[in-house]
């Protein structure tokens, strides 16, 4: 057991936080994963809604907390109260959208198809399939989304709808406020008298804590949000492991945005007041945050200038922390330096502990084709505008461009749809979800939501981490054959007992076989 403790810090003052945090060691990791391999087995004998009940219990204790998390969330993070307020409900929201997921059952996919014994040549056998629990799962939390995406956001929320045991590694820039959450989850599940192993807080700032938990042979899956270097790394070692294990990594996104001719005509000055807003919501430290904009036709100029007098004028903004404020001006200062690209606006220095100015940059297509860091996320307040001729060099701009998480196309009644769908063609190729005539910054959650993309955006573009199809993360498929009833799962038993929608012998139904 290690004796080591660090402290959160106040981005805003540089203020040292109390109190001082555990920072947690290899025991800890193995005293944490080997409960969670214990109760995992526990659980299969549950009814099969009992993490339903637990999601419910979270949520209302969460809730319980009250002003209290929002006034360390915002000492830690430095993010307003309107917008703590708010994540508090979409973090709220969604674990209690689990909950609806799995107390209605169908999630599970029962797929049923019966025993032919006179079907020639061979006798077909009974086999029926569904969706299972993988085991232990580890979730990292983020810095940007401190509650949404933290120690009970919906990584963590969608892998205990699956009936997987989790054990969160804290990000170590708001621990206050991830002990206040787990202090929430290990109040709900003693509440219910359910085993205390289900959910596990690891706390700490050393690379290695996250190595450990990601190697540990008993881990099955791993979700994460944060930055590419750091979600490849544990997808590198999950991959290198004996046992090679998914790890479902949200990483870097430039979230290019397009301005079709007609569009930049028709209405150049809301799509600038949109898109400065986009850009500079949340300190620009959201992952679906327009880092490329390009500018088809004439007018782009002008719209650059519009851009200019809403991020010029910006007051300085405060970062989450330190280091990502640090990282931000290492690479507006590399654009700053690449030739033909104009900086309208770069911060020359720091401002306060973690405060920036908000960046504005602009070049054309094929300098941004010639330069690759262009093409690189930039993690903070900052955009850059690429003028393209017309569609040939857009077209050109986005053959050179990697995946992300959100592509958008504004469009005017000047375009022609043929065009259109040109473009969006070949975005759907890029990005997990694509926009017209909005802007990415909002995530709804709800089943229909992709947060997800080709890589760099993520590691596995068939998945997503907002939105009920998250919890497919979390576990595998499992088929039963020639199985007697006695010994299936209730979701596959020939009566239906839970209820649920499952297909047999290729019909959707909720009839008994």
């Not at 997987?164 to 990000?171: I, N």
């Not at 706390?203 to 881990?219: D, Y």
């Not at 996320?377 to 690429?386: H, I, K, N, R, W």
Request: proline fraction near 7%; aromatic fraction near 6%; charge should be negative.
């Amino acid at each position: 057991m290690s004796d080591a403790t660090f402290y959160a810090t106040n981005p805003a003052t540089g203020e040292r936080l109390e109190p001082a945090f555990h920072e947690a060691g290899d025991a800890d990791v193995n005293a944490a994963v080997a409960a969670a391999t214990k109760v995992f087995d526990a659980t299969l004998d549950l009814p099969p809604r009992w993490p339903a009940d637990l999601l419910d219990a979270i949520a209302d204790r969460i809730l319980a907390l009250g002003d209290a998390l929002l006034e360390r969330g915002e000492a830690e993070t430095a993010l307003p109260r309107a917008r703590l307020t708010g994540e508090r409900a979409r973090t709220v929201g969604q674990i209690k959208m689990f909950a609806g997921i799995v107390r209605e059952g169908s999630w599970v996919e029962a797929v049923i198809d019966t025993a032919d014994a006179d079907r020639k040549p061979m006798p077909k056998p009974d086999l029926r399939r569904m969706l299972r629990p993988r085991g232990p799962a580890a979730v990292f939390g983020a810095s940007n989304f401190p509650f949404a995406f933290g120690t009970l956001g919906g990584d963590t929320a969608s892998a205990l709808a699956a009936g997987c045991p989790v054990v969160v590694k804290g990000h170590p820039s708001h621990p206050g406020t991830s002990q206040m959450f787990a202090d929430a989850a290990r109040d709900a599940i003693a509440a219910l008298s359910l085993p205390p192993g289900l959910f596990a807080l690891l706390q700490g700032t050393r690379h290695e804590l996250s190595a450990a938990l990601v190697k540990h042979s008993n881990i099955t899956a791993v979700g994460f949000t944060g930055s590419l270097r750091a979600g490849r790394a544990l997808f590198d070692l999950a991959a290198a492991r004996p046992s090679p294990i998914p790890v479902f990594a949200e990483m870097g996104s430039i979230n290019p945005l397009i301005i079709l001719p007609g569009a930049l005509a028709e209405r150049k000055a809301d799509i600038a007041q949109g898109l400065a807003a986009s850009v500079l919501l949340g300190g620009g430290q959201f992952c679906t945050k327009p880092g490329v904009v390009f500018a088809v036709g004439e007018g782009g100029k002008s719209l650059v200038s519009r851009l200019q007098k809403v991020i010029g004028h910006t007051q300085p903004i405060t970062m989450l922390n330190p280091s990502l404020r640090d990282n931000f001006m290492r690479r507006v200062h590399e654009w700053s330096r690449t030739d033909e690209v104009g900086a309208i606006d770069a911060p020359d220095e720091a401002v306060g502990a973690a405060g920036t100015w908000p960046a504005l940059f602009e070049t054309d297509a094929q300098i941004f084709q010639r330069e690759p860091t262009l093409r690189e996320e930039v993690f903070g307040p900052s955009t850059l505008v690429v003028h393209c001729n017309d569609r040939a060099e857009l077209l050109a701009c986005l053959d050179t461009i990697e995946g992300s998480l959100t592509g958008t196309v504004h469009v005017g009644e000047g375009d022609h749809e043929a065009d259109v769908r040109v473009v969006l063609r070949k975005l759907e190729g890029k990005v997990g979800r694509v926009i017209v005539n909005g802007y990415p910054t909002g995530v709804e959650v709800c089943n229909a939501m992709v947060h997800g993309g080709p890589y760099p955006a993520t590691t596995d573009p068939a998945s997503t981490s907002v939105g009920s199809a998250a919890i497919r993360r979390f576990v595998r498929m499992t088929a039963y054959q020639d199985t007697p009833d006695a010994l299936l799962p209730a979701a596959l038993k020939n009566s239906n007992p839970l209820s649920i929608e499952r297909t047999i012998n290729g019909k959707r139904t909720r009839d008994p076989v």
